[in-house]
């Protein structure tokens, strides 16, 4: 069982930016892939981006159309950390931010993919 713990949110202006942690439980933390999903009031759970397994040959980052070229993952497995920097931020951003460990598909954009889940951090961008 793994456990993820986010932290990092906050309240920011339009245009600024922050960078989100969610730290493992567990050494076996490089076997996950991870990814980023938000949630908006009364809206589904969505895709952020995704970065591989660690132990692969090379290492793959996934964004979603909405976020690239503004956010980027990366992931330190010596203390069991994966990063989310968020750059140029917008209100439409707003959302509560999800960490999520999967062992089965590589920076998948699917909830269903990812089998452990942190219990999120606020992110509120103002105007």
């Known amino acids: 069982q793994v456990q993820l713990v986010e932290s990092g949110g906050g309240l920011v202006q339009a245009g600024g930016s922050l960078r989100l942690s969610c730290v493992g439980s567990?050494?076996?933390?490089?076997?996950?892939?991870m990814g980023w999903f938000r949630q908006a009031p009364g809206k589904e759970r969505e895709f952020v981006g995704a970065i591989s397994r660690a132990f692969l040959s090379s290492i793959k980052t996934d964004y979603a159309d909405f976020v690239k070229g503004r956010f980027t993952i990366s992931r330190d497995n010596a203390k069991i950390t994966v990063y989310l920097q968020m750059n140029s931020l917008k209100p439409e951003d707003t959302a509560v931010y999800y960490c999520a460990a999967g062992a089965r598909s590589d920076t998948s954009h699917l909830v269903a993919d990812y089998d452990y889940w942190g219990q999120g951090t606020q992110v509120t961008v103002s105007s």
């Open positions: 567990e050494r076996s933390f490089s076997n996950y892939a």
